[in-house]
């Protein structure tokens, strides 16, 4: 169509795009990659990826798409060149559905107002002057969400064409991909055994993390040493790793962690992989596990009081002895190369709690060629906070390596 500035894709960021960029980074090789609004990455590669599988992986991106061409930006009185363009992606992709009815989305990414709603309006007159019964599937936002694009069918057999002004230019994009919202829903609530007193991982969490510990091999030993209702577990045979280990003082915990995997086997015919679950206290994980074993460690662990008053000085006290302790554990079992990936408490969205990191770093999880973008947040020792305005707890997540040299 006219556009050869290489092959380009686009990624919708989730809500906290500094862990979805964090996330793509330990996944992709992002860069030769840019931002052009807080949430659409663009990336340019060499390489074609798997739109679908892709975005069943990632927890951090909402939708997944390709560029296609690449319009001029209409100066004053100038006949817009970006309507044309349009009306021939629609069409090409009307023919090759072959034909029928056709339904069809816009979305705009970024501050500038880029008019897709009248764009929607001119394409719709084109089909209907050939007698093509198509939909123009609206929203009242500016974009079209995972839900509205996955109900109206836009990919696969329909479209959604993506817009997003880059410099002098608006980029044409089309959605390869989006979420699957359904499946996530249903692996958060309709899991057989839950704990909400103590609070649940969100599956799209449990993924991200996963990544973020970017073990290579299937066959590398993941561990979860606080592994509650077993989320962490289940989301990695989800993404493919065969061998898992989950640990929790509570007998409860193991037990519903074994409840939930079993649901996931059958939900999802998953066969062919080793798990172990034990009902051990994580501060004797070196006393049950192998020495060097595992390739990552990636776990939520007791986050205190979820309810009910707090006494910040105590609970941060006690966490922080708690997680010192278990880290000193965790490095003994740990590979040389391996990665914890871990989730800390943030009370109130600012009150930090400062555990000894005994043999271990802290390390950016963000691409080099992105950190200083101020879009991209990140904490003063370089983790990433996540959660919602008005919780009393939020989620700090930290990655962790070995400092080379250290004596245990």
């Not at 629609?90 to 034909?99: M, Q």
């Not at 996530?184 to 909400?196: E, I, K, V």
């Not at 449990?206 to 289940?234: E, H, K, W, Y």
């Not at 007791?302 to 941060?316: E, S």
């Amino acid at each position: 169509m006219g556009y050869d500035e290489g092959m380009k894709y686009f990624f919708i960021l989730g809500t906290n795009a500094a862990l979805s960029v964090a996330e793509l980074a330990a996944v992709l090789p992002i860069k030769k990659a840019e931002i052009l609004a807080p949430d659409f990455l663009l990336w340019e590669t060499e390489t074609e990826i798997k739109a679908a599988a892709l975005s069943q992986r990632l927890g951090g991106v909402i939708k997944i798409g390709r560029i296609i061409d690449k319009a001029p930006r209409p100066a004053k009185g100038a006949k817009d060149g970006l309507l044309p363009r349009l009306i021939k992606l629609a069409a090409d992709r009307w023919e090759g559905s072959g034909g029928g009815k056709f339904n069809f989305g816009l979305s705009a990414y970024g501050a500038e107002k880029i008019p897709a709603f009248a764009y929607g309006r001119e394409l719709k007159k084109y089909f209907s002057a050939r007698k093509i019964s198509a939909r123009f599937v609206t929203s009242r936002e500016k974009t079209l969400s995972s839900v509205v694009v996955t109900q109206n069918k836009l990919v696969g057999r329909g479209l959604e064409m993506v817009l997003a002004a880059a410099g002098r230019g608006i980029l044409i994009g089309e959605t390869l991909a989006v979420q699957p919202f359904k499946d996530l829903s249903r692996r958060d609530y309709g899991r057989p055994a839950r704990d909400d007193l103590s609070g649940l991982l969100p599956p799209k969490l449990a993924q991200i993390m996963i990544n973020l510990a970017r073990v290579d091999s299937p066959a590398g030993l993941i561990v979860d040493p606080f592994c509650g209702s077993g989320t962490i577990l289940t989301e990695a045979l989800l993404m493919g790793y065969k061998n898992l280990a989950g640990s929790d003082v509570s007998a409860k915990a193991a037990a519903d962690s074994r409840k939930n995997i079993g649901w996931i086997k059958e939900l999802y015919g998953l066969e062919n992989f080793s798990l172990k679950l034990s009902v051990k206290n994580a501060l004797d994980l070196d006393k049950f596990m192998k020495a060097e074993s595992a390739a990552a460690l990636i776990t939520e662990p007791y986050l205190g009081p979820q309810r009910g008053p707090l006494d910040f000085k105590a609970a941060a006290e006690e966490l922080a002895e708690l997680y010192g302790r278990a880290l000193a554990a965790f490095s003994r079992v740990l590979k040389p190369d391996g990665r914890i990936v871990m989730i800390w408490p943030v009370f109130y969205g600012d009150k930090f709690i400062f555990p000894a990191l005994n043999g271990f770093k802290i390390v950016n999880p963000l691409p080099e060629n992105l950190r200083n973008d101020p879009r991209l947040k990140t904490t003063g020792r370089d983790t990433i906070v996540y959660g919602r305005p008005g919780q009393k707890v939020h989620r700090e997540v930290v990655v962790l390596e070995k400092i080379v040299g250290h004596d245990d």
